[in-house]
């Protein structure tokens, strides 16, 4: 199973992103997504995340402006950003849950994608 994040760039202060997260292998079901970010200097932070039991959190900082979202039929999850700020300036990791097929049945894994650079400057 890989992961490959993808989307992220520069924009301006108020502007929109979306980033997305395809997994590719031999994927039975993603199970959840998580999206993180790390800042220059900090410590990895959840963001945004669909669990097991479905439904979506959100961290205080992004709530109203990060929507999280999946295509099961594509194995992708992606995080739409609008109304971005500088301090939402950071490398963005996806983290998916996984179902996968082996040749001794299911198993199932965490992966992290390879991560992708949000810059928010005028």
């Known amino acids: 199973v890989q992961l490959q994040a993808s989307g992220g760039g520069l924009v301006q202060p108020g502007g929109s992103l979306r980033l997305s997260c395809a997994a590719s292998?031999?994927?039975?079901?993603?199970?959840?997504v998580g999206w993180y970010r790390q800042a220059p200097g900090k410590q990895r932070e959840l963001v945004a995340a669909?669990?097991?039991?479905?439904?979506?959190n959100y961290a205080d900082s992004v709530k109203g402006r990060f929507t999280i979202s999946r295509d099961n039929t594509k194995n992708t999850a992606y995080l739409q950003m609008n109304s971005l700020k500088p301090e939402d300036t950071a490398v963005y990791y996806c983290?998916?849950?996984?179902?996968?097929?082996?040749?001794?049945?299911?198993?199932?894994?965490?992966?992290w994608g390879q991560g992708t650079l949000v810059t928010v400057s005028s």
């Open positions: 983290n998916v849950d996984i179902t996968f097929r082996t040749s001794g049945g299911l198993e199932i894994n965490y992966y």
């Open positions: 292998g031999s994927i039975f079901r993603i199970n959840a």
């Open positions: 669909i669990p097991r039991g479905g439904g979506t």
